[in-house]
């Protein structure tokens, strides 16, 4: 079982439609959660984290948390082409680092 | 102001061949992470600075992979006797440390350099 499971998709969503993304993770220990976003050829750019159980928002997205769970999501609220990416779920652990899951591919249709 | 830079860009090897990876974090940051990422996959941890010290080696595949950042700024990882397995990108990101403030831990990104290795 890998440590951070994504859908690696592709997730096609039409434009202007709520796009889903979920996330699982087996480090209970994990204290932060970041999403990145990143588009083909480039590297990682922070979308928003979250650390606290529930929702937050920012912007056109939103990242919900839960623990118990082991989950944690992001929604992205009124998908433009220009959000078409790859997005990438990474937990931090004790010491910093992050420990990324294979992301999702999301293409959102004119 | 200015982000995480990295060179070269891209840097092509030939098996066997030994390359050195630099990493410019940004102006002040104590924390200096690489990761490796494979083709179509999510980075992977190698290794962590916090200033000078390694503080965490644990992801480095082999003793073939070696980083240092003597004086806690520049960083440079090196690749002796490169293999094919080896060609990836490899990204650098920069940190200031947790002083209490959540948003402190976030991990900002350089371009990466691809390395293929033929």
């Known amino acids: 079982q890998k440590e951070v499971e994504q859908n690696s998709g592709p997730l096609s969503v039409p434009e202007g439609a709520i796009a889903s993304l979920n996330c699982t993770y087996s480090d209970r220990g994990s204290q932060s959660f970041f999403w990145y976003r990143q588009y083909s050829g480039k590297s990682p750019e922070l979308i928003m984290f979250i650390y606290s159980n529930g929702d937050k928002e920012d912007g056109r997205f939103t990242a919900q948390l839960n623990k118990a769970s082991q989950y944690v999501s992001l929604l992205i609220r009124d998908s433009q082409p220009s959000d078409s990416a790859t997005y990438l779920c990474a937990p931090q652990s004790a010491g910093n680092k992050l420990t990324f899951g294979g992301g999702t591919r999301v293409l959102v249709k004119p | 102001g200015a982000g995480v830079s990295q060179s070269p860009r891209y840097k092509v090897a030939k098996r066997g061949q030994d390359v050195a990876l630099r990493c410019d974090p940004i102006?002040?940051?104590?924390?200096l992470f690489w990761y490796q990422q494979a083709l179509g996959q999510g980075p992977e941890f190698l290794t962590y600075f916090q200033n000078e010290a390694q503080l965490d080696k644990s992801g480095l595949p082999s003793d073939r992979f070696f980083a240092e950042r003597p004086e806690g700024s520049v960083s440079t990882l090196k690749i002796q006797r490169t293999q094919q397995e080896d060609s990836a990108v490899y990204l650098c990101a920069s940190s200031l440390p947790s002083g209490g403030s959540r948003s402190t831990d976030t991990q900002y990104f350089g371009p990466g350099t691809r390395l293929t290795v033929l």
């Open positions: 102006s002040g940051h104590v924390s």
